[in-house]
């Protein structure tokens, strides 16, 4: 049973900075593709970011030149360095891998901006 675990969420004014981390585990294969999606209230889930395992990066329009995805692959670890906030961007962040064939995701952890 694959277990993400993010951590790194909270409040932040409009133009500071946060980071996010999710651990990956208990996958018996190898952990390809890892991101970042967020749910806003009222609103669907939508891509932030995406990573693979070689370091192709992907990233939603609205969060280019302010977000930087990276991750560890020895660790199974993503990151998500969010700078510029806006409050906009407030949501839950949920984490994203896929290993197996199948999808995985983390319980969501919240980040507030406020302006």
């Known amino acids: 049973q694959v277990q993400l675990v993010e951590s790194g969420g909270g409040l932040v004014q409009a133009g500071g900075s946060l980071r996010l981390s999710c651990a990956a585990s208990?996958?018996?294969?190898?952990?390809?593709?890892m991101g970042w999606y967020r749910q806003a209230p009222g609103r669907q889930r939508e891509l932030v970011a995406t990573?693979?395992?070689?370091?192709?990066?992907n990233y939603a329009y609205s969060v280019k030149g302010r977000f930087i995805i990276s991750r560890d692959n020895v660790k199974n670890t993503v990151y998500l360095q969010m700078n510029s906030l806006k409050p906009e961007d407030t949501a839950v962040y949920y984490c994203?891998?896929?290993?197996?064939?199948?999808?995985?995701w983390g319980q969501g952890t919240q980040v507030t901006v406020s302006s």
């Open positions: 208990g996958s018996s294969f190898s952990v390809n593709t």
């Open positions: 990573i693979t395992r070689g370091g192709s990066t």
């Open positions: 994203y891998s896929s290993s197996g064939g199948y999808d995985h």
